[in-house]
Nanobody
């Protein structure tokens, strides 16, 4: 069964940077589109970024130009490089894997942006 494990969340000051990782196991990683979502307290989970099996990327407007999603098929891992962090980026960040109708989620990692 597919398993996703996020890591890298932390407390960081506004303007700082952080890199999240999501380790994938249990199936053929290269077949999956992968994405990052986030959920702030009291809000619905929202899309952050996606990378297709071919490496195409897309971002939410709120993070475009500040966040970069990437994948390493040799390591079965995706990353989210987050720069110029703002307080409104504070949330639990979740990794998602998708292959046709099958979708899987990780348990999330907390990112807190505060001085």
């Amino acid at each position: 069964q597919v398993k996703l494990v996020e890591s890298g969340g932390a407390l960081v000051q506004p303007g700082g940077s952080l890199r999240l990782s999501c380790a994938f196991s249990g199936s053929s990683f290269s077949n999956y589109a992968m994405g990052w979502y986030r959920q702030a307290p009291g809000k619905q989970r929202e899309f952050v970024a996606i990378i297709t099996r071919d490496g195409a990327t897309d971002y939410a407007h709120s993070v475009k130009g500040r966040f970069t999603i990437s994948r390493d098929n040799a390591k079965n891992t995706i990353y989210l490089q987050m720069n110029s962090l703002k307080s409104e980026d504070t949330a639990v960040y979740y990794c998602k894997a998708a292959f046709y109708a099958a979708t899987y989620w990780g348990q999330g990692t907390q990112v807190t942006v505060s001085s």
